[in-house]
Protein backbone atom coordinates (compact mmCIF):
# COMPACT_ATOMS: atom_id res chain seq x y z
CA UNK A 1 0.00 0.00 0.00
CA UNK A 2 1.88 3.32 -1.22
CA UNK A 3 1.29 6.54 1.23
CA UNK A 4 2.02 6.20 5.08
CA UNK A 5 0.05 3.28 6.77
CA UNK A 6 -2.03 4.19 10.08
CA UNK A 7 -2.06 0.92 12.56
CA UNK A 8 -3.76 0.12 15.51
CA UNK A 9 -2.38 -1.14 19.21
CA UNK A 10 -3.59 -3.81 20.66
CA UNK A 11 -1.81 -4.64 23.98
CA UNK A 12 -2.01 -8.11 25.86
CA UNK A 13 -2.62 -8.25 29.30
CA UNK A 14 -2.24 -11.97 30.87
CA UNK A 15 -3.70 -12.89 34.05
CA UNK A 16 -1.86 -14.63 36.66
CA UNK A 17 -3.55 -17.48 39.09
CA UNK A 18 -4.21 -17.58 42.05
CA UNK A 19 -4.45 -14.15 42.76
CA UNK A 20 -4.30 -12.42 46.16
CA UNK A 21 -4.39 -9.44 47.33
CA UNK A 22 -1.45 -6.84 47.23
CA UNK A 23 0.61 -8.19 44.70
CA UNK A 24 0.88 -7.10 41.02
CA UNK A 25 -0.10 -9.80 38.31
CA UNK A 26 3.02 -10.81 35.68
CA UNK A 27 4.01 -8.43 32.84
CA UNK A 28 1.94 -8.67 29.73
CA UNK A 29 3.48 -9.59 26.55
CA UNK A 30 4.19 -7.32 23.39
CA UNK A 31 1.70 -4.98 21.98
CA UNK A 32 -0.08 -6.82 18.71
CA UNK A 33 -0.63 -4.13 16.51
CA UNK A 34 -3.63 -4.28 13.85
CA UNK A 35 -3.51 -2.56 10.55
CA UNK A 36 -5.85 0.32 9.72
CA UNK A 37 -9.28 -0.94 9.07
CA UNK A 38 -9.43 -4.14 10.90
CA UNK A 39 -12.81 -5.03 12.32
CA UNK A 40 -12.08 -5.57 16.33
CA UNK A 41 -15.52 -7.04 17.61
CA UNK A 42 -17.20 -5.29 21.16
CA UNK A 43 -17.50 -7.81 23.80
CA UNK A 44 -20.74 -9.84 25.96
CA UNK A 45 -20.41 -8.91 29.15
CA UNK A 46 -17.16 -8.19 29.07
CA UNK A 47 -15.81 -11.84 28.92
CA UNK A 48 -14.50 -13.36 25.87
CA UNK A 49 -15.09 -16.70 25.10
CA UNK A 50 -11.87 -16.57 23.63
CA UNK A 51 -9.81 -14.36 21.57
CA UNK A 52 -6.86 -11.49 21.99
CA UNK A 53 -9.12 -7.82 20.93
CA UNK A 54 -11.76 -6.27 22.69
CA UNK A 55 -13.62 -2.86 22.57
CA UNK A 56 -14.29 -0.69 19.91
CA UNK A 57 -11.93 0.51 16.52
CA UNK A 58 -10.98 3.86 17.67
CA UNK A 59 -7.24 3.73 17.75
CA UNK A 60 -7.43 2.62 21.23
CA UNK A 61 -5.11 0.01 22.67
CA UNK A 62 -6.75 -3.12 23.80
CA UNK A 63 -5.57 -5.82 26.23
CA UNK A 64 -6.46 -9.62 26.10
CA UNK A 65 -8.79 -10.76 28.54
CA UNK A 66 -7.82 -10.81 32.18
CA UNK A 67 -10.61 -13.27 32.88
CA UNK A 68 -10.85 -16.33 31.05
CA UNK A 69 -13.27 -19.29 31.23
CA UNK A 70 -11.55 -22.57 33.29
CA UNK A 71 -12.56 -25.89 31.59
CA UNK A 72 -15.39 -26.18 34.23
CA UNK A 73 -16.72 -23.22 33.09
CA UNK A 74 -15.69 -20.81 35.89
CA UNK A 75 -13.93 -17.83 35.66
CA UNK A 76 -10.03 -17.55 36.66
CA UNK A 77 -7.63 -14.36 36.33
CA UNK A 78 -4.21 -14.50 35.85
CA UNK A 79 -1.76 -15.90 38.81
CA UNK A 80 -0.26 -13.51 41.44
CA UNK A 81 3.31 -14.50 41.11
CA UNK A 82 4.59 -16.06 44.69
CA UNK A 83 1.06 -16.82 45.85
CA UNK A 84 1.25 -20.59 48.01
CA UNK A 85 -0.78 -22.98 46.36
CA UNK A 86 -3.49 -24.83 48.44
CA UNK A 87 -2.74 -28.25 49.97
CA UNK A 88 -6.04 -30.65 50.46
CA UNK A 89 -5.87 -32.07 53.87
CA UNK A 90 -5.37 -35.90 54.52
CA UNK A 91 -5.55 -37.33 57.60
CA UNK A 92 -5.09 -40.84 57.14
CA UNK A 93 -3.06 -43.94 58.76
CA UNK A 94 0.55 -43.79 58.80
CA UNK A 95 1.71 -45.34 55.27
CA UNK A 96 5.34 -43.83 54.66
CA UNK A 97 6.15 -44.74 51.03
CA UNK A 98 9.32 -43.46 48.96
CA UNK A 99 8.52 -42.21 45.09
CA UNK A 100 11.89 -41.73 44.24
CA UNK A 101 14.59 -43.28 44.40
CA UNK A 102 12.91 -46.56 43.68
CA UNK A 103 14.29 -49.34 45.94
CA UNK A 104 17.73 -50.57 45.31
CA UNK A 105 18.32 -47.45 42.39
CA UNK A 106 22.14 -46.94 41.64
CA UNK A 107 22.67 -43.18 42.88
CA UNK A 108 25.81 -41.58 41.26
CA UNK A 109 26.18 -38.77 43.13
CA UNK A 110 28.21 -38.67 46.10
CA UNK A 111 27.33 -35.40 48.10
CA UNK A 112 23.38 -34.70 48.36
CA UNK A 113 20.51 -36.07 46.60
CA UNK A 114 16.36 -35.92 47.21
CA UNK A 115 13.65 -37.84 48.45
CA UNK A 116 9.87 -37.46 47.51
CA UNK A 117 6.83 -39.64 48.43
CA UNK A 118 3.95 -39.50 51.46
CA UNK A 119 3.68 -40.20 54.75
CA UNK A 120 -0.45 -40.58 54.55
CA UNK A 121 -1.17 -38.06 56.86
CA UNK A 122 -0.59 -34.25 56.91
CA UNK A 123 -0.47 -34.22 61.09
CA UNK A 124 2.60 -36.93 60.61
CA UNK A 125 6.18 -35.69 61.62
CA UNK A 126 8.73 -37.45 59.73
CA UNK A 127 13.10 -37.74 60.36
CA UNK A 128 15.49 -39.29 57.59
CA UNK A 129 18.39 -40.50 58.97
CA UNK A 130 17.96 -38.73 61.92
CA UNK A 131 16.80 -35.22 60.15
CA UNK A 132 13.43 -33.22 60.49
CA UNK A 133 11.80 -33.18 56.76
CA UNK A 134 8.90 -31.30 56.22
CA UNK A 135 5.42 -33.02 55.91
CA UNK A 136 2.99 -31.35 53.97
CA UNK A 137 -0.81 -31.12 54.60
CA UNK A 138 -1.71 -34.03 52.11
CA UNK A 139 0.81 -36.35 53.75
CA UNK A 140 3.44 -35.42 50.66
CA UNK A 141 7.53 -34.63 51.45
CA UNK A 142 10.47 -33.56 49.43
CA UNK A 143 13.67 -33.73 51.22
CA UNK A 144 17.04 -32.72 50.48
CA UNK A 145 19.33 -35.14 52.48
CA UNK A 146 23.19 -36.03 52.42
CA UNK A 147 23.63 -39.23 50.52
CA UNK A 148 24.21 -41.92 53.16
CA UNK A 149 27.75 -43.66 53.57
CA UNK A 150 28.86 -46.67 51.15
CA UNK A 151 28.55 -49.10 54.22
CA UNK A 152 25.06 -48.19 54.79
CA UNK A 153 23.22 -47.32 51.46
CA UNK A 154 20.15 -46.98 52.82
CA UNK A 155 17.84 -43.90 54.54
CA UNK A 156 15.60 -44.64 57.54
CA UNK A 157 12.38 -43.18 57.77
CA UNK A 158 10.65 -42.65 60.77
CA UNK A 159 6.53 -41.27 60.76
CA UNK A 160 5.27 -40.41 64.06
CA UNK A 161 1.63 -39.22 65.09
CA UNK A 162 -0.28 -38.99 68.11
CA UNK A 163 1.61 -42.24 69.72
CA UNK A 164 2.43 -44.41 66.90
CA UNK A 165 5.38 -44.67 65.46
CA UNK A 166 6.11 -46.40 61.95
CA UNK A 167 9.72 -47.30 60.66
CA UNK A 168 11.03 -48.23 56.67
CA UNK A 169 14.27 -48.79 55.29
CA UNK A 170 14.36 -47.60 52.21
CA UNK A 171 17.87 -49.14 50.19
CA UNK A 172 19.53 -47.80 47.53
CA UNK A 173 22.91 -48.98 45.70
CA UNK A 174 26.14 -47.33 44.82
CA UNK A 175 27.59 -47.74 41.28
CA UNK A 176 30.47 -50.37 42.11
CA UNK A 177 34.06 -49.25 42.49
CA UNK A 178 36.74 -49.73 39.99
CA UNK A 179 39.14 -52.21 40.51
CA UNK A 180 42.09 -52.93 38.86
CA UNK A 181 43.36 -51.50 35.10
CA UNK A 182 40.11 -49.69 32.95
CA UNK A 183 38.75 -51.64 30.51
CA UNK A 184 40.51 -52.04 27.18
CA UNK A 185 39.14 -48.55 25.09
CA UNK A 186 36.47 -49.53 22.03
CA UNK A 187 39.36 -49.35 18.79
CA UNK A 188 38.17 -47.93 15.85
CA UNK A 189 38.75 -50.65 12.94
CA UNK A 190 39.20 -48.89 9.36
CA UNK A 191 38.29 -51.51 6.42
CA UNK A 192 41.45 -52.44 4.25
CA UNK A 193 39.48 -52.03 0.75
CA UNK A 194 36.44 -49.19 -0.14
CA UNK A 195 32.88 -50.76 1.34
CA UNK A 196 29.93 -49.06 0.80
CA UNK A 197 26.38 -49.50 2.42
CA UNK A 198 23.04 -48.75 2.13
CA UNK A 199 21.39 -46.11 4.97
CA UNK A 200 18.52 -48.05 6.20
CA UNK A 201 15.51 -45.99 8.17
CA UNK A 202 15.71 -45.24 11.86
CA UNK A 203 12.39 -44.02 12.69
CA UNK A 204 10.89 -47.28 13.07
CA UNK A 205 7.38 -46.16 13.69
CA UNK A 206 7.20 -44.39 10.23
CA UNK A 207 4.87 -46.30 7.53
CA UNK A 208 5.71 -43.95 4.78
CA UNK A 209 8.61 -42.56 2.96
CA UNK A 210 7.71 -38.97 3.60
CA UNK A 211 8.46 -40.24 7.23
CA UNK A 212 11.24 -42.12 7.13
CA UNK A 213 14.82 -40.86 7.90
CA UNK A 214 18.08 -41.77 9.03
CA UNK A 215 19.87 -39.79 11.32
CA UNK A 216 23.46 -38.92 11.34
CA UNK A 217 25.23 -37.85 14.10
CA UNK A 218 29.14 -36.13 14.76
CA UNK A 219 30.09 -38.05 17.08
CA UNK A 220 29.50 -42.12 18.48
CA UNK A 221 26.21 -41.65 20.71
CA UNK A 222 26.09 -37.43 19.92
CA UNK A 223 23.74 -35.63 18.74
CA UNK A 224 21.39 -35.69 16.11
CA UNK A 225 22.94 -33.68 13.23
CA UNK A 226 21.43 -34.69 9.93
CA UNK A 227 18.21 -36.28 8.58
CA UNK A 228 18.78 -38.34 5.42
CA UNK A 229 16.83 -40.20 2.83
CA UNK A 230 17.27 -44.03 3.72
CA UNK A 231 18.82 -46.11 1.08
CA UNK A 232 21.21 -43.59 0.14
CA UNK A 233 24.62 -45.26 -0.52
CA UNK A 234 27.61 -44.06 1.66
CA UNK A 235 31.06 -45.21 1.68
CA UNK A 236 32.17 -46.89 5.32
CA UNK A 237 35.04 -45.88 7.06
CA UNK A 238 35.22 -46.88 10.47
CA UNK A 239 33.90 -49.30 12.60
CA UNK A 240 34.07 -49.02 16.97
CA UNK A 241 31.50 -50.82 18.57
CA UNK A 242 28.00 -50.41 18.03
CA UNK A 243 28.43 -47.53 15.56
CA UNK A 244 29.83 -47.04 12.17
CA UNK A 245 31.51 -44.08 10.62
CA UNK A 246 30.34 -43.23 6.96
CA UNK A 247 31.72 -40.33 4.50
CA UNK A 248 29.18 -37.93 3.33
CA UNK A 249 31.93 -36.14 1.12
CA UNK A 250 35.94 -35.80 1.48
CA UNK A 251 35.99 -33.86 3.87
CA UNK A 252 33.18 -34.90 6.26
CA UNK A 253 32.13 -37.85 7.77
CA UNK A 254 29.39 -39.01 10.34
CA UNK A 255 28.29 -41.73 12.78
CA UNK A 256 25.06 -44.04 13.01
CA UNK A 257 24.37 -47.46 14.90
CA UNK A 258 25.75 -50.57 13.26
CA UNK A 259 21.67 -51.69 13.55
CA UNK A 260 20.82 -48.67 10.64
CA UNK A 261 23.49 -50.03 7.28
CA UNK A 262 23.16 -53.13 5.49
CA UNK A 263 26.54 -53.34 3.07
CA UNK A 264 26.31 -52.50 -0.84
CA UNK A 265 27.86 -54.42 -3.50
CA UNK A 266 29.43 -51.04 -5.56
CA UNK A 267 33.33 -50.87 -5.24
CA UNK A 268 33.91 -47.13 -6.09
CA UNK A 269 32.56 -43.90 -4.63
CA UNK A 270 30.12 -42.98 -6.96
CA UNK A 271 29.53 -39.02 -7.33
CA UNK A 272 26.22 -37.23 -7.51
CA UNK A 273 25.33 -34.90 -10.55
CA UNK A 274 22.62 -32.05 -10.04
CA UNK A 275 20.81 -30.73 -13.05
CA UNK A 276 18.46 -28.14 -14.04
CA UNK A 277 15.82 -27.41 -11.59
CA UNK A 278 12.56 -26.44 -11.39
CA UNK A 279 10.24 -24.51 -8.70
CA UNK A 280 6.81 -25.22 -8.48
CA UNK A 281 3.91 -23.49 -6.49
CA UNK A 282 -0.19 -23.67 -5.94
CA UNK A 283 -1.44 -22.48 -3.05
CA UNK A 284 -0.35 -24.72 -0.17
CA UNK A 285 3.14 -24.88 -0.96
CA UNK A 286 6.53 -24.51 -3.31
CA UNK A 287 8.47 -27.78 -4.70
CA UNK A 288 11.73 -27.06 -5.26
CA UNK A 289 13.22 -30.02 -7.77
CA UNK A 290 16.58 -31.00 -8.41
CA UNK A 291 17.39 -34.15 -10.15
CA UNK A 292 20.39 -36.12 -9.12
CA UNK A 293 21.58 -38.91 -10.25
CA UNK A 294 20.92 -40.68 -7.07
CA UNK A 295 20.31 -40.24 -3.49
CA UNK A 296 23.17 -38.64 -1.10
CA UNK A 297 23.22 -36.91 1.60
CA UNK A 298 22.42 -33.59 2.04
CA UNK A 299 21.51 -30.88 5.43
CA UNK A 300 19.21 -28.64 5.55
CA UNK A 301 19.22 -25.32 7.09
CA UNK A 302 17.27 -22.34 8.12
CA UNK A 303 18.10 -18.82 7.72
CA UNK A 304 16.11 -15.41 8.33
CA UNK A 305 14.44 -15.45 5.18
CA UNK A 306 16.24 -18.68 3.21
CA UNK A 307 16.63 -22.43 3.97
CA UNK A 308 20.19 -23.56 2.70
CA UNK A 309 20.47 -27.05 1.12
CA UNK A 310 23.56 -28.56 1.38
CA UNK A 311 24.47 -31.47 -1.23
CA UNK A 312 27.48 -33.85 -0.33
CA UNK A 313 29.15 -35.84 -2.50
CA UNK A 314 27.75 -33.42 -5.18
CA UNK A 315 28.55 -31.70 -8.17
CA UNK A 316 25.95 -29.21 -9.70
CA UNK A 317 25.35 -29.16 -13.72
CA UNK A 318 22.79 -26.59 -13.09
CA UNK A 319 22.31 -24.18 -16.45
CA UNK A 320 18.60 -23.28 -15.75
CA UNK A 321 16.18 -23.34 -13.00
CA UNK A 322 12.40 -22.54 -14.15
CA UNK A 323 10.77 -20.22 -11.64
CA UNK A 324 6.11 -21.22 -11.24
CA UNK A 325 4.69 -17.09 -12.69
CA UNK A 326 3.27 -16.21 -8.86
CA UNK A 327 4.81 -17.69 -6.08
CA UNK A 328 3.59 -16.44 -2.59
CA UNK A 329 6.76 -18.17 -1.19
CA UNK A 330 9.76 -18.73 -3.07
CA UNK A 331 11.55 -15.80 -4.99
CA UNK A 332 14.86 -17.02 -5.87
CA UNK A 333 16.94 -20.04 -5.90
CA UNK A 334 20.77 -19.93 -6.43
CA UNK A 335 23.64 -22.28 -6.48
CA UNK A 336 27.60 -22.29 -5.55
CA UNK A 337 29.94 -25.27 -5.87
CA UNK A 338 31.09 -24.68 -2.75
CA UNK A 339 34.47 -27.44 -2.97
CA UNK A 340 35.14 -30.45 -5.13
CA UNK A 341 31.94 -32.58 -3.98
CA UNK A 342 29.66 -30.44 -2.22
CA UNK A 343 26.91 -27.84 -3.76
CA UNK A 344 25.25 -25.25 -2.34
CA UNK A 345 21.82 -24.24 -2.79
CA UNK A 346 20.16 -21.37 -1.70
CA UNK A 347 16.03 -21.11 -2.11
CA UNK A 348 16.07 -17.68 -1.01
CA UNK A 349 12.09 -17.05 0.28
CA UNK A 350 9.43 -13.34 0.20
CA UNK A 351 9.14 -14.06 4.27
CA UNK A 352 10.65 -16.07 6.84
CA UNK A 353 10.83 -19.89 6.41
CA UNK A 354 7.63 -21.59 7.96
CA UNK A 355 8.14 -25.11 7.21
CA UNK A 356 9.40 -27.75 4.91
CA UNK A 357 9.72 -31.34 4.00
CA UNK A 358 12.67 -33.50 2.25
CA UNK A 359 11.48 -36.14 -0.35
CA UNK A 360 13.09 -38.05 -2.72
CA UNK A 361 10.53 -38.20 -6.20
CA UNK A 362 11.21 -40.20 -8.82
CA UNK A 363 15.19 -39.53 -9.21
CA UNK A 364 14.84 -36.03 -8.03
CA UNK A 365 15.75 -33.90 -4.40
CA UNK A 366 12.35 -32.69 -3.72
CA UNK A 367 12.18 -29.38 -0.97
CA UNK A 368 8.94 -28.44 -0.46
CA UNK A 369 8.53 -25.07 1.25
CA UNK A 370 5.20 -24.36 3.19
CA UNK A 371 2.99 -21.59 2.78
CA UNK A 372 2.50 -19.93 6.04
CA UNK A 373 -0.76 -20.16 7.19
CA UNK A 374 -3.18 -17.00 6.54
CA UNK A 375 -4.82 -15.00 9.39
CA UNK A 376 -8.27 -13.79 7.76
CA UNK A 377 -9.42 -12.41 11.01
CA UNK A 378 -6.96 -10.88 13.93
CA UNK A 379 -9.11 -10.65 16.21
CA UNK A 380 -9.55 -14.23 15.82
CA UNK A 381 -6.04 -15.41 15.31
CA UNK A 382 -6.96 -18.97 15.86
CA UNK A 383 -10.21 -19.54 13.62
CA UNK A 384 -9.09 -21.85 10.42
CA UNK A 385 -5.73 -23.23 12.30
CA UNK A 386 -4.47 -26.46 13.01
CA UNK A 387 -2.76 -27.00 16.30
CA UNK A 388 -1.69 -30.56 17.52
CA UNK A 389 -1.45 -31.06 21.05
CA UNK A 390 0.48 -33.49 22.07
CA UNK A 391 -0.17 -34.85 25.79
CA UNK A 392 3.54 -36.09 26.69
CA UNK A 393 4.37 -39.79 28.04
CA UNK A 394 4.06 -42.19 28.07
CA UNK A 395 5.90 -44.26 27.77
CA UNK A 396 8.68 -42.98 30.56
CA UNK A 397 7.62 -39.86 32.71
CA UNK A 398 7.52 -38.78 35.97
CA UNK A 399 6.18 -39.32 39.61
CA UNK A 400 4.97 -36.80 42.02
CA UNK A 401 5.28 -37.34 45.74
CA UNK A 402 1.65 -38.90 46.00
CA UNK A 403 1.68 -40.82 43.07
CA UNK A 404 0.69 -38.11 40.20
CA UNK A 405 2.13 -39.36 36.89
CA UNK A 406 3.06 -37.21 34.76
CA UNK A 407 1.98 -39.02 31.88
CA UNK A 408 -2.26 -38.36 33.26
CA UNK A 409 -1.49 -35.35 34.12
CA UNK A 410 -0.35 -33.46 30.69
CA UNK A 411 -3.41 -35.46 29.51
CA UNK A 412 -5.35 -33.68 31.79
CA UNK A 413 -4.29 -30.40 30.45
CA UNK A 414 -4.71 -31.86 27.27
CA UNK A 415 -8.05 -32.16 27.57
CA UNK A 416 -8.44 -28.99 29.11
CA UNK A 417 -6.96 -27.11 25.90
CA UNK A 418 -8.85 -29.00 23.20
CA UNK A 419 -12.24 -27.27 23.90
CA UNK A 420 -10.57 -23.83 24.61
CA UNK A 421 -8.58 -23.79 20.77
CA UNK A 422 -11.89 -25.24 18.84
CA UNK A 423 -14.13 -22.59 20.53
CA UNK A 424 -11.19 -20.14 19.29
CA UNK A 425 -12.05 -21.80 15.78
CA UNK A 426 -8.92 -24.15 15.92
CA UNK A 427 -9.07 -27.63 14.15
CA UNK A 428 -7.12 -29.79 16.98
CA UNK A 429 -5.45 -32.63 16.23
CA UNK A 430 -4.55 -34.96 19.95
CA UNK A 431 -2.13 -36.92 19.12
CA UNK A 432 -3.39 -39.07 22.68
CA UNK A 433 -6.68 -39.16 23.82
CA UNK A 434 -6.54 -42.17 26.38
CA UNK A 435 -3.91 -43.42 29.34
CA UNK A 436 -2.22 -45.84 26.72
CA UNK A 437 1.46 -45.03 25.01
CA UNK A 438 2.04 -43.84 21.73
CA UNK A 439 5.44 -44.16 20.92
CA UNK A 440 7.71 -40.88 20.67
CA UNK A 441 8.39 -41.01 16.69
CA UNK A 442 4.23 -41.29 16.08
CA UNK A 443 3.25 -38.00 17.58
CA UNK A 444 5.21 -35.91 15.20
CA UNK A 445 3.33 -38.08 12.18
CA UNK A 446 0.08 -37.82 13.72
CA UNK A 447 0.39 -34.21 13.52
CA UNK A 448 1.87 -33.97 10.04
CA UNK A 449 -0.94 -36.26 8.97
CA UNK A 450 -3.31 -34.15 10.22
CA UNK A 451 -1.83 -30.98 8.59
CA UNK A 452 -1.02 -29.44 11.84
CA UNK A 453 0.26 -26.27 11.35
CA UNK A 454 2.33 -25.86 14.80
CA UNK A 455 2.43 -28.84 17.71
CA UNK A 456 2.24 -27.92 21.49
CA UNK A 457 4.01 -30.92 23.45
CA UNK A 458 2.82 -30.70 27.47
CA UNK A 459 5.20 -31.72 29.69
CA UNK A 460 5.58 -32.03 33.38
CA UNK A 461 9.42 -31.32 34.66
CA UNK A 462 11.82 -33.08 37.04
CA UNK A 463 15.50 -33.23 37.67
CA UNK A 464 18.45 -35.66 37.60
CA UNK A 465 20.22 -36.68 40.92
CA UNK A 466 21.88 -34.06 42.21
CA UNK A 467 20.14 -31.06 42.11
CA UNK A 468 18.02 -29.71 44.56
CA UNK A 469 14.52 -28.89 42.97
CA UNK A 470 13.27 -26.71 45.72
CA UNK A 471 16.05 -24.29 44.32
CA UNK A 472 15.32 -24.81 40.60
CA UNK A 473 11.55 -24.84 39.67
CA UNK A 474 9.43 -22.95 37.11
CA UNK A 475 7.99 -23.00 34.19
CA UNK A 476 10.31 -23.30 30.64
CA UNK A 477 9.36 -23.83 27.05
CA UNK A 478 11.83 -25.50 24.76
CA UNK A 479 12.24 -25.13 20.48
CA UNK A 480 14.84 -26.36 17.89
CA UNK A 481 13.92 -24.66 14.68
CA UNK A 482 14.66 -20.98 14.11
CA UNK A 483 11.08 -20.24 13.12
CA UNK A 484 9.67 -22.17 16.25
CA UNK A 485 11.54 -19.23 18.64
CA UNK A 486 9.02 -16.62 18.42
CA UNK A 487 6.27 -19.52 19.38
CA UNK A 488 8.30 -20.81 22.25
CA UNK A 489 8.80 -17.26 23.63
CA UNK A 490 5.01 -16.49 23.50
CA UNK A 491 3.49 -19.58 25.08
CA UNK A 492 6.27 -19.26 27.46
CA UNK A 493 4.78 -15.30 28.35
CA UNK A 494 1.24 -17.03 28.63
CA UNK A 495 2.43 -19.84 30.98
CA UNK A 496 4.13 -17.64 32.99
CA UNK A 497 1.57 -15.26 33.24
CA UNK A 498 -1.41 -17.59 34.25
CA UNK A 499 0.63 -20.27 36.46
CA UNK A 500 2.57 -17.76 38.19
CA UNK A 501 5.96 -19.78 38.16
CA UNK A 502 9.47 -18.84 37.91
CA UNK A 503 10.01 -17.83 34.79
CA UNK A 504 13.10 -20.85 33.42
CA UNK A 505 13.15 -18.67 29.78
CA UNK A 506 12.95 -20.32 26.67
CA UNK A 507 15.73 -23.07 25.61
CA UNK A 508 17.28 -24.19 22.52
CA UNK A 509 17.00 -28.57 22.65
CA UNK A 510 17.50 -31.33 20.27
CA UNK A 511 14.54 -32.96 21.31
CA UNK A 512 12.55 -35.31 18.60
CA UNK A 513 8.95 -34.23 19.30
CA UNK A 514 10.30 -30.33 18.58
CA UNK A 515 12.77 -31.48 15.85
CA UNK A 516 9.30 -31.91 12.85
CA UNK A 517 10.30 -29.37 9.78
CA UNK A 518 6.89 -29.26 8.36
CA UNK A 519 5.66 -26.90 11.00
CA UNK A 520 6.27 -24.91 14.55
CA UNK A 521 6.80 -27.14 17.33
CA UNK A 522 7.93 -26.59 20.52
CA UNK A 523 7.61 -28.54 24.29
CA UNK A 524 6.23 -26.99 27.38
CA UNK A 525 7.68 -28.18 30.88
CA UNK A 526 5.08 -25.95 32.86
CA UNK A 527 5.54 -27.24 36.29
CA UNK A 528 7.76 -29.13 38.34
CA UNK A 529 5.60 -32.25 39.04
CA UNK A 530 8.92 -33.83 41.91
CA UNK A 531 7.65 -30.58 44.14
CA UNK A 532 4.44 -31.34 46.77
CA UNK A 533 2.79 -28.24 45.98
CA UNK A 534 2.94 -28.03 42.34
CA UNK A 535 1.89 -31.52 42.28
CA UNK A 536 -1.18 -30.89 44.66
CA UNK A 537 -2.10 -27.95 41.57
CA UNK A 538 -1.83 -30.43 38.93
CA UNK A 539 -4.74 -32.00 40.40
CA UNK A 540 -7.06 -29.38 40.15
CA UNK A 541 -8.89 -28.97 37.43
CA UNK A 542 -8.00 -25.38 38.27
CA UNK A 543 -4.29 -25.46 37.42
CA UNK A 544 -4.82 -27.48 34.66
CA UNK A 545 -6.81 -25.04 33.12
CA UNK A 546 -4.25 -22.10 33.69
CA UNK A 547 -1.81 -24.60 31.69
CA UNK A 548 -3.75 -24.66 29.12
CA UNK A 549 -4.82 -21.57 29.17
CA UNK A 550 -1.09 -20.63 29.01
CA UNK A 551 -0.64 -22.27 26.39
CA UNK A 552 -4.14 -20.82 24.49
CA UNK A 553 -2.98 -16.87 24.79
CA UNK A 554 0.58 -17.68 23.72
CA UNK A 555 -0.91 -19.18 20.62
CA UNK A 556 -2.68 -16.25 19.80
CA UNK A 557 -0.41 -13.76 20.82
CA UNK A 558 2.04 -16.03 18.32
CA UNK A 559 -0.49 -15.93 15.46
CA UNK A 560 -1.50 -12.33 15.69
CA UNK A 561 2.19 -12.03 15.45
CA UNK A 562 2.81 -13.95 12.79
CA UNK A 563 0.18 -11.91 10.67
CA UNK A 564 1.90 -8.94 11.01
CA UNK A 565 4.88 -10.05 10.11
CA UNK A 566 3.26 -12.12 6.70
CA UNK A 567 1.46 -8.95 5.92
CA UNK A 568 3.73 -6.04 6.63
Known amino acids: MSGPQRFLQLTVTLVAIGCAGGASPAAAPPPVVLPAGARVPATTGGLPASGIAFGSLAGQRVDPPNVRLAADGRTIEPAVPGTPFAFPQVDGPLAPRVIYPRARQVIAVR ?135 VRLDATLDAWLERKYVKPDARAANVRRTASN ?36 NTVSNIDVINFSTDDAV ?23 PYGYLSLWDRGAFVLRMRRPPVVGDITRPLAGRVIAVDAGHPPIGSIGPTGLYEGDATLAVARALQPMLEAAGATVVMTRTAAGPVALGD ?51 GMVRWMGLRDLGVNYDNLAVVRPTWFAAILCEGAFVILPDQEAALRTPEFQSRYAIGILEGLEQYFSELSMRSNP
Not at 277 to 293: M, Q, Y
Open 277 to 312: ARVTANERWTDVRIPLTERTPFLIEERRDAVVLTLY
Open 111 to 245: DSNFLLGSVGSGDARLTINGASVTVHPNGAFLAWLPVPPRDRPRYELVVTKNGDTVRVVHEIAFPNPTTGAPPPPVTLTVPDVPTFVELQNSNEGAKSDTDMVTILRPTPAGTYKWFVHPRTIVELTGERGDWVR
Open 443 to 493: RAIIARRGDAEVMVSIHLNAHPDGVNPSRTNGTGTYFFHHRAEPLARAVQR
Open 330 to 352: VRDVTWEQASSDRVRVTVHLRQA
